[in-house]
C-alpha cells in the first residue's frame, strides 16, 4: 500500500531484477521461481492466445523442445532397420530423455494445454477464442492474456500490479478464489479493498520513503494505521509540552552563573531527545457534488431497447433487445453484467452517444446529464491543458472559479498547464470528475469512475456520491463501492436485464 509515486513499484522491479538498488540486497530461497504481472504488457503477435500462455513458462517449452529434439534423434538412429544405433550412444540419449521428460512432468509441462484452457476460460476468455491470433485482441483483453501467462508457471511466488484492472466481477471472483487456492506467496498493488480482504494477510504501507508492516487484512490495516498515527500524534503532543517547558526554562537562567550546569545539562538532554516526526497527511481529492437540479420522478425511460453491430465483414451482432425499465429519481442503480453484455452500450445509448437499432430511451423533463466513461477519456483534446479543458467545458466560469475547482482535485500551481497528453490515468479521471462538477446535475452515468483513482480518492467519490441528492447510474467492478452506494441492481445477461430491487449486497445474496 501506498499513495502514487511512494516506490511500490519501484519495489517489484527490484526483486525481479529491472532495476538495481542503490544499497542493501534482496535475496530469496534458491531456485524459487518469481513470476511477474505488470500493466506493461509488452508486444504480442505470431501466435494463438492458447499458445501465448504456454509460452509463458519459458523452461517448460525450452524442455518440450528439448523432449523433441531427442525424440527426432531416437526416430532418426532407428530409420535403418538395417542399422542399429551404437549402444552408448542410446544410453546416453535415454539417459537425456528420461531427465527431461522428469522435469517437464515437474514443471506441469503435461498437462499444461489442460491447464492454459482453465485458466483463459477463467479469464473470460473461452474455446471459441483460444486459437484467435493475440494481435487480434484488444488491450485489455491481451492484458488477460498476460496474467495468464504468469498464472501457468506454477511459480513459487507471484508479483502482482494492479491485477483486478480490466476485469469484470465475475473475472474477478474467479481469480479471487485462484489465488486462495494457490499454494505459494503473492505480493501485490491493489486499490480495490475487497479483493485485498478476501486474499492478503499483510499489508506493507511504503509512505514518505519508509515500510511499515501490519498483520492483517487491508480493513485490520486501516483501523491499525489511524490507532497508531493517533497514539504518534499524543506522543509528539506530550513531546513538544516537555520541549517547550525545557526551552523556556534555558531562555530564562542562560545568563545566571548560578544556574550553569542546570542549564548546560538540559542543553545537552535536548540534544540527545529522538524527536518524534509525523509524516505529512497525503494530499486528497476535496469534493461535494453541486445540489441537483429538481427534475421529473420518471428519470429514464427504456421501451423495448435493442442493439445490434454491424461489422465490416457483414457479420451481425446482437447486443440486447427488448430492454424495458425504468430508473426514478434519487435511485443509485448498479448496471452489473459480464464484459460484452453491454452495459457500457446501454449508458451510451441513454447519454445519447449512440443510436438504438429498435426502440426508445427517454429521460425525465429538466434532466441533466453528467457522464463519465471511457468515451469522456477518449475526448480529451490530447495537445490542451487541464486549464483549457475546464474553461471549454465551461466558458463562463470565472478564471478563480476554475481555479479553486482544479485546486480541490489536486491540480495545482504549475499542474494546471500540463498538457492532456501527459497526464497519467487517475489524473485523467480526476480532470473529467472536476468537469461533471462544473455545472449542477442531476443524472450521474458513471461507467467504471474508480478505475484510475487510489483507494483514498475513491473513498472521497464514494462519500460525496452518497451524499447527492440526484440519481446514479453506476457501473463497476469495485465491489466495496456498488455495496456502499447502489440501493438497486440492473443485470444485464444474455441480452435481457434482471432488475433487482434492492441493494448490491442483497442481490450477491440471492
Given at each position: 500500500m501506498g499513495p502514487n509515486g511512494a516506490g511500490k513499484t519501484t519495489f517489484f522491479r527490484l526483486i525481479v531484477g529491472e532495476e538495481k538498488a542503490d544499497t542493501g540486497s534482496i535475496s530469496m530461497p534458491s531456485g524459487w521461481r518469481v513470476a511477474y504481472f505488470s500493466q506493461n504488457v509488452g508486444e504480442m503477435k505470431g501466435r494463438s492466445a492458447i499458445n501465448e500462455v504456454m509460452a509463458g513458462d519459458a523452461e517448460v517449452v525450452r524442455l518440450k523442445d528439448e523432449l523433441d529434439s531427442l525424440q527426432r534423434q531416437l526416430d532418426e538412429a532407428y530409420a535403418d532397420p538395417d542399422k542399429a544405433p551404437d549402444d552408448d550412444w542410446l544410453a546416453g540419449v535415454l539417459e537425456k530423455l528420461g531427465d527431461?521428460?522428469?522435469a517437464f512432468e515437474k514443471r506441469g509441462g503435461f498437462d499444461m494445454e489442460t491447464r492454459a484452457q482453465e485458466i483463459l476460460t477463467g479469464l473470460a476468455i473461452g474455446p471459441d477464442r483460444y486459437n484467435n491470433p493475440v494481435e487480434h485482441f484488444s488491450g485489455g483483453w491481451k492484458m488477460r492474456i498476460a496474467l495468464a501467462k504468469v498464472l501457468i508457471t506454477k511459480p513459487d511466488v507471484i508479483l502482482m500490479d494492479e491485477p483486478t484492472n480490466y476485469l469484470d466481477l465475475e473475472t474477478i471472483l474467479w481469480l479471487e478464489n485462484w489465488l486462495k487456492a494457490f499454494q505459494g506467496a503473492v505480493l501485490m498493488t491493489s486499490h480495490d479493498?475487497?479483493?485485498?480482504?478476501?486474499?492478503v494477510n499483510k499489508i506493507v504501507e511504503v509512505r514518505h520513503g519508509t515500510v511499515t508492516t501490519y498483520t492483517g487484512n487491508y480493513d485490520f490495516y486501516e483501523r491499525e494505521r489511524d490507532i497508531r498515527r493517533g497514539q504518534l500524534e499524543a506522543q509528539k503532543d506530550r513531546q513538544d509540552a516537555m520541549l517547550k517547558k525545557e526551552e523556556e526554562f534555558i531562555a530564562k537562567f542562560a545568563a545566571r552563573a548560578s544556574h550553569a550546569a542546570q542549564v548546560q545539562s538540559r542543553v545537552k538532554k535536548l540534544d540527545?531527545?529522538?524527536r518524534v516526526e509525523l509524516a505529512p497527511e497525503e494530499l486528497a481529492m476535496q469534493f461535494e457534488f453541486p445540489e441537483a437540479p429538481r427534475g421529473g420522478n420518471d428519470v429514464v425511460v427504456i421501451d423495448n431497447l435493442g442493439k445490434v453491430w454491424k461489422r465490416d465483414d457483414g457479420?451481425?451482432?446482437?447486443?440486447?433487445?427488448?430492454?424495458?425499465a425504468t430508473v426514478r429519481r434519487q435511485e443509485k442503480v448498479a448496471v452489473i453484467g459480464v464484459n460484452g453484455a453491454g452495459k457500457s452500450t446501454l449508458l451510451k445509448i441513454i447519454i445519447g452517444d449512440t443510436d438504438a437499432t429498435e426502440g426508445k430511451v427517454k429521460t425525465g423533463e429538466g434532466i441533466k446529464i453528467g457522464y463519465f466513461g471511457q468515451f469522456t477519456l477518449e475526448q480529451l483534446k490530447p495537445e490542451n491543458t487541464v486549464w483549457d479543458e475546464v474553461k471549454n467545458y465551461v466558458p463562463g466560469l470565472s478564471d478563480g472559479a476554475v481555479r479553486s475547482l482544479l485546486a480541490a482535485f489536486l491540480f495545482r500551481g504549475d499542474d494546471i498547464e500540463k498538457r492532456v497528453k501527459h497526464l497519467s490515468g487517475g489524473e485523467k479521471a480526476r480532470l473529467i470528475l472536476a468537469g461533471i462538477l462544473a455545472t449542477p446535475k442531476n443524472l450521474l452515468v458513471l461507467d467504471e469512475p474508480t478505475n484510475?483513482?487510489?483507494i483514498r480518492s475513491r473513498e472521497i467519490l464514494l462519500d460525496a456520491l452518497k451524499r447527492y441528492e440526484g440519481t446514479v447510474m453506476l457501473v463497476s467492478h469495485d465491489r466495496h463501492f456498488l455495496t456502499e452506494l447502489t440501493n438497486r441492481v440492473w443485470e444485464v445477461d444474455k441480452g435481457v436485464i434482471h432488475q433487482f430491487p434492492g441493494t448490491y449486497k442483497e442481490w450477491l445474496a440471492r
Amino acid at each position: 500500500m501506498g499513495p502514487n509515486g511512494a516506490g511500490k513499484t519501484t519495489f517489484f522491479r527490484l526483486i525481479v531484477g529491472e532495476e538495481k538498488a542503490d544499497t542493501g540486497s534482496i535475496s530469496m530461497p534458491s531456485g524459487w521461481r518469481v513470476a511477474y504481472f505488470s500493466q506493461n504488457v509488452g508486444e504480442m503477435k505470431g501466435r494463438s492466445a492458447i499458445n501465448e500462455v504456454m509460452a509463458g513458462d519459458a523452461e517448460v517449452v525450452r524442455l518440450k523442445d528439448e523432449l523433441d529434439s531427442l525424440q527426432r534423434q531416437l526416430d532418426e538412429a532407428y530409420a535403418d532397420p538395417d542399422k542399429a544405433p551404437d549402444d552408448d550412444w542410446l544410453a546416453g540419449v535415454l539417459e537425456k530423455l528420461g531427465d527431461a521428460q522428469t522435469a517437464f512432468e515437474k514443471r506441469g509441462g503435461f498437462d499444461m494445454e489442460t491447464r492454459a484452457q482453465e485458466i483463459l476460460t477463467g479469464l473470460a476468455i473461452g474455446p471459441d477464442r483460444y486459437n484467435n491470433p493475440v494481435e487480434h485482441f484488444s488491450g485489455g483483453w491481451k492484458m488477460r492474456i498476460a496474467l495468464a501467462k504468469v498464472l501457468i508457471t506454477k511459480p513459487d511466488v507471484i508479483l502482482m500490479d494492479e491485477p483486478t484492472n480490466y476485469l469484470d466481477l465475475e473475472t474477478i471472483l474467479w481469480l479471487e478464489n485462484w489465488l486462495k487456492a494457490f499454494q505459494g506467496a503473492v505480493l501485490m498493488t491493489s486499490h480495490d479493498r475487497w479483493f485485498m480482504n478476501a486474499i492478503v494477510n499483510k499489508i506493507v504501507e511504503v509512505r514518505h520513503g519508509t515500510v511499515t508492516t501490519y498483520t492483517g487484512n487491508y480493513d485490520f490495516y486501516e483501523r491499525e494505521r489511524d490507532i497508531r498515527r493517533g497514539q504518534l500524534e499524543a506522543q509528539k503532543d506530550r513531546q513538544d509540552a516537555m520541549l517547550k517547558k525545557e526551552e523556556e526554562f534555558i531562555a530564562k537562567f542562560a545568563a545566571r552563573a548560578s544556574h550553569a550546569a542546570q542549564v548546560q545539562s538540559r542543553v545537552k538532554k535536548l540534544d540527545k531527545i529522538e524527536r518524534v516526526e509525523l509524516a505529512p497527511e497525503e494530499l486528497a481529492m476535496q469534493f461535494e457534488f453541486p445540489e441537483a437540479p429538481r427534475g421529473g420522478n420518471d428519470v429514464v425511460v427504456i421501451d423495448n431497447l435493442g442493439k445490434v453491430w454491424k461489422r465490416d465483414d457483414g457479420h451481425v451482432n446482437s447486443v440486447f433487445k427488448g430492454l424495458s425499465a425504468t430508473v426514478r429519481r434519487q435511485e443509485k442503480v448498479a448496471v452489473i453484467g459480464v464484459n460484452g453484455a453491454g452495459k457500457s452500450t446501454l449508458l451510451k445509448i441513454i447519454i445519447g452517444d449512440t443510436d438504438a437499432t429498435e426502440g426508445k430511451v427517454k429521460t425525465g423533463e429538466g434532466i441533466k446529464i453528467g457522464y463519465f466513461g471511457q468515451f469522456t477519456l477518449e475526448q480529451l483534446k490530447p495537445e490542451n491543458t487541464v486549464w483549457d479543458e475546464v474553461k471549454n467545458y465551461v466558458p463562463g466560469l470565472s478564471d478563480g472559479a476554475v481555479r479553486s475547482l482544479l485546486a480541490a482535485f489536486l491540480f495545482r500551481g504549475d499542474d494546471i498547464e500540463k498538457r492532456v497528453k501527459h497526464l497519467s490515468g487517475g489524473e485523467k479521471a480526476r480532470l473529467i470528475l472536476a468537469g461533471i462538477l462544473a455545472t449542477p446535475k442531476n443524472l450521474l452515468v458513471l461507467d467504471e469512475p474508480t478505475n484510475h483513482l487510489d483507494i483514498r480518492s475513491r473513498e472521497i467519490l464514494l462519500d460525496a456520491l452518497k451524499r447527492y441528492e440526484g440519481t446514479v447510474m453506476l457501473v463497476s467492478h469495485d465491489r466495496h463501492f456498488l455495496t456502499e452506494l447502489t440501493n438497486r441492481v440492473w443485470e444485464v445477461d444474455k441480452g435481457v436485464i434482471h432488475q433487482f430491487p434492492g441493494t448490491y449486497k442483497e442481490w450477491l445474496a440471492r
